[in-house]
């Protein structure tokens, strides 16, 4: 798809409006005119543009007015502005008022041309910032992708083979276990890693609007459309989109998903024409795919064109040994380097002693508590407030909730074992035990006594 840059001409003057948008044309950008602020502001409401080149001194709204109008409406938009007025004064009115660059009338092709052509860079730097700062919010829970194990160098020795690939890759493992990082990892791992990394989560936008999300829609498609809008899909144009939970996906969304992968084309939602995509897709999901073929919920034909290059991810605790490299990288994250801290001997056992069913994103949870509840530079055993104490193993033998169904226990007494295993993993501190419990000390006190809790230093 060879992109045709979109310019908005805006000028009183019909002679010189015609000649501009001549003038784009010819140089094969597409321009469209529009004699005054007012229409020109209804065209962007309606219009996706690269940039508009406005006169300033116009009837009604100027064109330095404009350019406020502009940035309120579609502020990534760059306004060059042009003038037969030309003084210092203006030109700095101009730039104060948000314009990209300024002209004077009359001026030469190349003068135009160059300062397009220095919007379109400018913004381009500015959208590749953006999407950098979002890779970076949305990267991972628990940092870059880490593992020693054999599961995991497999996985990086697909992913070398396979990063300079188009063809559709399908992620599976639990929730918590980094497929994303994996999606993105790849992407920035091959040739298409300066063009855009795109994830949507499909479970988390009603079907009824992840279709618009996707393909984009044009004005008026549905209520609540009042412009015309771009999708994902066009967004990720030479890149890669990634499609978290994709089992969650409708039916009648998965039937317009195979017809793109077997297109490569997209229809906006209202359109009547179609737009050519070059998109590589990742797809992941922590269900069964399998099961949901067999119960109908989902289309074997797409599961066949998603499933070009799968990849596998085994949950934590089939990978004790990818625990503790993990373990250091997200303490390293969440301390910093102006407080290093580090695990003792004895932490990194009891970490790998855990069975982690909600993989790193549980244990990316227990550091980050524990550097908030710890103030000493190293975290110990009993610094590790386990996501839930239901899976630390207590006195008694076994899952803490298992011993509470086999003892037939009452909610009370549970809530007391619970409190006595809590101050034997903070070696009886119950100023920190409090804070993990999530109630006063005064309570503490009372119900640890009648818990029989070990005696110990308070502070």
Same mark, same amino acid.
């Given at each position: 798809?060879?992109?045709?840059?979109?310019?908005?001409?805006?000028?009183?003057?019909?002679?010189?409006?015609?000649?501009?948008?001549?003038?784009?044309? /010819?140089?094969?950008?597409?321009?469209?005119?529009?004699?005054?602020?007012?229409?020109?502001?209804?065209?962007?409401?309606?219009?996706?543009?690269?940039?508009?080149?406005?006169?300033?001194?116009?009837?009604?709204?100027?064109?330095?007015? &404009?350019?406020?109008?502009?940035?309120?409406?579609?502020?990534?938009? *760059?306004?060059?502005?042009?003038?037969?007025?030309?003084?210092?004064?203006?030109?700095?009115?101009?730039?104060?008022?948000?314009?990209?660059?300024?002209?004077?009338?009359?001026?030469?092709?190349?003068? &135009?041309?160059?300062?397009?052509?220095?919007?379109?860079?400018?913004?381009?730097?500015?959208?590749?910032?953006?999407?950098?700062?979002?890779?970076?919010?949305?990267?991972?829970?628990?940092?870059?992708?880490?593992?020693?194990?054999?599961?995991?160098?497999?996985?990086?020795? &697909?992913?070398?083979?396979?990063?300079?690939?188009?063809?559709?890759? #399908?992620?599976?493992?639990?929730?918590?276990?980094?497929?994303?990082?994996?999606?993105?990892?790849?992407?920035?791992?091959?040739?298409?890693?300066?063009?855009?990394?795109?994830?949507?989560?499909?479970?988390?936008?009603?079907?009824? $609007?992840?279709?618009?999300?996707?393909?984009?829609?044009?004005?008026?498609?549905?209520?609540?459309?009042?412009?015309?809008?771009?999708?994902?899909?066009?967004?990720?144009?030479?890149?890669? #989109?990634? #499609?978290?939970?994709?089992?969650?996906?409708?039916?009648?969304?998965?039937?317009?998903?195979?017809?793109?992968?077997?297109?490569?084309?997209?229809?906006?939602?209202?359109?009547?024409?179609?737009?050519?995509?070059?998109?590589?897709?990742?797809?992941?999901?922590?269900?069964?795919?399998?099961?949901?073929?067999?119960?109908?919920?989902?289309?074997?034909?797409?599961?066949?064109?998603?499933?070009?290059? *799968?990849?596998?991810? *085994?949950?934590?605790?089939?990978?004790?040994?990818?625990?503790?490299?993990?373990?250091?990288?997200?303490?390293?994250?969440?301390?910093?380097?102006?407080? *290093?801290?580090?695990?003792?001997?004895?932490?990194?056992?009891?970490?790998?002693?855990?069975?982690?069913?909600?993989?790193?994103?549980? $244990?990316?949870?227990? #550091?980050?508590?524990?550097?908030?509840?710890? /103030?000493?530079?190293?975290?110990?055993?009993?610094? $590790?407030?386990?996501?839930?104490?239901?899976?630390?193993?207590?006195?008694?033998?076994?899952? &803490?909730?298992?011993?509470?169904?086999?003892?037939?226990?009452?909610?009370?007494?549970?809530?007391?074992?619970?409190?006595?295993?809590?101050?034997?993993?903070?070696?009886?501190?119950?100023?920190?035990?409090?804070?993990?419990?999530?109630?006063?000390?005064?309570?503490?006190?009372?119900?640890?006594?009648?818990?029989?809790?070990?005696?110990?230093?308070?502070?």
């Amino acid at each position: 798809m060879t992109e045709q840059r979109r310019i908005l001409v805006v000028d009183d003057d019909d002679a010189m409006r015609e000649m501009v948008v001549s003038l784009l044309g /010819d140089q094969g950008y597409e321009a469209t005119g529009e004699d005054a602020a007012e229409p020109a502001l209804e065209h962007l409401r309606a219009h996706d543009v690269d940039a508009v080149v406005s006169d300033i001194r116009m009837p009604g709204m100027s064109g330095l007015e &404009l350019v406020g109008a502009i940035h309120a409406l579609r502020p990534a938009t *760059p306004v060059v502005l042009m003038t037969a007025f030309g003084s210092i004064d203006s030109a700095v009115e101009a730039m104060r008022a948000g314009a990209f660059d300024y002209i004077t009338k009359p001026f030469k092709r190349d003068e &135009l041309f160059l300062a397009l052509e220095r919007a379109f860079e400018t913004r381009a730097l500015l959208e590749e910032n953006r999407r950098l700062r979002r890779a970076v919010d949305r990267s991972s829970a628990f940092g870059d992708l880490i593992g020693s194990s054999p599961a995991m160098h497999d996985i990086f020795a &697909l992913m070398r083979k396979v990063a300079d690939n188009r063809s559709s890759v #399908l992620i599976t493992g639990e929730s918590g276990t980094g497929k994303e990082v994996v999606a993105r990892t790849l992407h920035f791992a091959g040739t298409r890693k300066e063009k855009p990394f795109v994830p949507i989560n499909c479970t988390a936008i009603p079907e009824g $609007l992840l279709e618009s999300e996707l393909f984009g829609h044009v004005r008026g498609a549905f209520t609540g459309a009042h412009a015309t809008k771009r999708g994902l899909f066009e967004e990720a144009h030479g890149g890669t #989109l990634f #499609l978290d939970e994709i089992g969650d996906m409708g039916p009648g969304l998965q039937s317009k998903l195979l017809r793109v992968l077997q297109d490569r084309e997209i229809r906006p939602v209202g359109g009547n024409q179609s737009v050519k995509v070059d998109v590589r897709i990742v797809a992941a999901t922590n269900k069964d795919l399998d099961k949901e073929m067999d119960s109908g919920h989902f289309r074997r034909d797409l599961f066949y064109r998603l499933n070009v290059i *799968p990849i596998h991810i *085994p949950p934590l605790r089939e990978r004790p040994e990818d625990v503790r490299p993990l373990a250091e990288a997200l303490l390293a994250k969440h301390a910093g380097t102006d407080s *290093p801290r580090r695990l003792a001997p004895s932490a990194i056992e009891r970490l790998m002693a855990c069975p982690w069913e909600g993989n790193a994103r549980e $244990l990316e949870n227990v #550091l980050e508590r524990a550097l908030a509840l710890s /103030d000493e530079e190293v975290i110990g055993a009993a610094d $590790l407030p386990l996501g839930s104490e239901m899976t630390a193993a207590p006195s008694g033998g076994g899952n &803490l909730l298992r011993v509470a169904v086999d003892r037939r226990m009452t909610l009370h007494e549970l809530g007391d074992l619970y409190i006595e295993e809590t101050l034997k993993q903070t070696g009886g501190n119950k100023v920190r035990a409090a804070k993990i419990l999530g109630i006063n000390r005064r309570t503490l006190y009372r119900r640890g006594e009648r818990a029989n809790a070990p005696k110990a230093d308070e502070a």
